[in-house]
């Protein structure tokens, strides 16, 4: 965790593993992953100044890429760092660390996911808004 | 869907959507696409010809990749494709495809996911199961 | 199975457990029956004649009971029986069985659900709609 | 909340809601709340004096029932009052109260699950393990 300060997260969420998250392996299920980071990227986003949607602009998941790095354990708190990792026209690459809250180093996903602004009347992308881009924009 | 037979999938699952799996923007979550591919995955190993786990050898999830091409709406019918993208010693890249059961045309989704078998006790990545080497070596 | 035809089922909808609906304990969670019932219901309401929503009338659940006869293992296909067993100006109970459909006979649950149409502007309950009404009362 | 001392809960667990509880009416789905309820009943069997479980005892839900009062929104941070309402032999029936935490006159659910120890090797029902009938019977 010895990283510059530049590289500070844009966001840090600490979430509750709940024992439903696990699966019949007595493990976190992969699919709980991906729940973490949409509750950690909608904190973000809700906390941001200005609004992120609209009707005429709805995020939508485009992509995402998940490292597994460690089993979790139920029960666990766990922090969700988000750093941006690609600001374009209409999408933006959040890149993520989930690591355990009460041990930073250990470290349990990365990854990214690619969120692109669409108007979902046309199905077609539109520029983010500008309160994303200055929020991922620093 | 003019594959070559050389490159039919190794398994399809046909799965329906549950509403459940929408989220609040009345869309399938994308964390439930990773719940297809894993059900799709189990039903794979769950018919192949021999063991394709023990206590000394059980697959984990290493890595996800998945593109989220088209909205799924509710009620629909899904097949899942799996086709084996690598084999390793201890690891299998299973490629997917979600489409459409009544349009297989409409792909939903497509991408990968990386499996490891790894001996529970040791931590230790082991041998791929030879019945599970059998079924995805064609 | 031998119930007089008068208490034939008013739906019976066909289900496949998922393993992500398993927990720690190898068992369908708890809450996974309440989205098997939430699936068997919205299939009845999806093709009854007529619409069973609109933008002042919503159901809402407003009450569950459910008995948890014997774990539900994975793979499994279900049938959901639903019964109305009481139509109220407002509310509807939609009793449940759910049973093997690969052996009727072995009950996993049964129990009921009270759902109620409200007016999501004024929070008021408000009478069925005539559709539901009419296909719940046989 | 004017409750007389002695009718204190047994366990008081704060959870959050996640955005993924919500479905596609944009409130928290039914079958959350039976998870809230288990998050908070494990939290408090992890934390009593004892073993709660063993090979030849563990418990299984037989039964739930739950009133829904109020629609749950997201974000929001709950409070699960847990409350012993019936010791048998071999059950114990766990009466629940969900408030919200910024508002605990704010009922959204109450209700009670009934559980019941079992020999998962024989499927009979077994003695209460004493450590959890000294934690529910004060």
């Known amino acids: 965790m010895s990283q510059p300060t530049d590289d500070a997260p844009l966001f840090v969420a600490e979430l509750a593993v709940r024992w439903r998250d696990l699966d019949a392996f ?82 349990y996903s990365d990854g990214r996911v690619v969120l692109v602004w669409m108007n979902p009347l046309t199905g077609r992308a539109v520029a983010l808004p500008a309160a994303v881009r200055s929020a991922a924009d620093r």
Not at 62 to 76: C, V
Not at 78 to 93: A, D, F, I, M, P
């Open 26 to 107: 007595n493990h976190v299920n992969n699919s709980s992953y991906l729940t973490y980071l949409e509750e950690a990227r909608l904190q973000w986003l809700g906390q941001i100044r200005g609004p992120w949607f609209d009707d005429a602009a709805m995020p939508v998941l485009a992509a995402s890429e998940l490292n597994y790095r460690l089993p979790i354990a139920w029960p666990a708190t766990l922090q969700v760092e988000l750093r941006c990792e690609r600001l374009g026209n209409s999408s933006l690459t959040l890149a993520h660390r989930i690591v355990d809250a009460a041990d930073p180093a250990r470290l």
